[in-house]
């Protein structure tokens, strides 16, 4: 399978709640980052996953939690929601290695926080 | 002071013209990333740089490592170009990328 698909597109959670978002990567690609797009702002790092392990991390809390099973999909979790952590949510994969492009970047979902 | 700065932050032109976009980073890094968001939110990657200069397209983007400073260009421009370009920098360690806060261009036709 070729690209990197995100589920939901777009998803509307109360404040308190819990969220699981989700991506599948290219066949291949061991390494997925997450990152939180607010509005008008650029990307920012979340974490990192090598090989089913974190691997690198930026500035979040605790609540920001991931996973990556072996069949190249990752979940990012969020407990506890805050009206901050309404963003655009996007994971990008790569085989770990050089590459033309280094990066393929999923469209993302965007999560809304009421 | 941000690690990295694109310019111009806006940026309206005529379909045909020639765009250029700039970006200058001040820390070291391993390579450079051009990106193209359009607003849906997904992101492409255009190019990833660690010297000279690659074309794919209409689409061309230079480095200087010495001097810090990427260019993104766009010759004869036409309005399915229009979107947020982001330059992100690449400090080769634990998948960090550094995002410029992007370009949103708009081509006129």
């Known amino acids: 399978e070729t690209g990197v698909t995100q589920s939901p597109t777009h998803l509307i959670k109360t404040r308190g709640q819990q969220v699981t978002l989700r991506c599948s990567s290219q066949?291949?690609?061991?390494?997925v980052s997450w990152y939180q797009q607010a509005l008008g702002q650029g990307p920012q790092f979340i974490f990192q996953y090598y090989r089913e392990e974190e691997n690198g991390r930026g500035n979040f809390p605790p609540r920001f939690s991931g996973l990556q099973f072996p069949n190249y999909s990752s979940e990012l979790n969020v407990n506890a929601l805050e009206l901050d952590d309404s963003a655009l949510y996007l994971c990008?994969?790569?085989?770990?290695?050089?590459?033309?492009?280094?990066?393929?970047f999923g469209s993302g979902t965007r999560l809304t926080v009421v | 002071k941000n690690e990295v700065e694109q310019s111009p932050q806006n940026l309206t032109a005529q379909e045909g013209e020639f765009i250029t976009i700039n970006c200058s980073y001040s820390?070291?890094?391993?390579?450079l990333h051009w990106l193209q968001q359009h607003p849906g939110g997904g992101i492409v990657s255009l190019f990833m740089l660690s010297s000279g200069k690659k074309k794919h397209g209409r689409l061309i983007a230079t480095i200087n490592i010495q001097e810090k400073h990427s260019s993104l260009h766009i010759t004869a421009s036409h309005p399915r170009d229009s979107a947020v370009y982001i330059c992100?920098?690449?400090?080769?360690?634990?998948?960090?990328?550094?995002f410029g806060k992007g370009t949103k261009l708009s081509v006129k036709p």
């Open positions: 820390v070291g890094i391993s390579a």
């Open positions: 992100a920098l690449d400090r080769g360690s634990q998948g960090n990328l550094i």
């Open positions: 990008a994969s790569s085989s770990g290695g050089p590459s033309n492009y280094g990066y393929t």
């Open positions: 066949s291949g690609h061991n390494t």
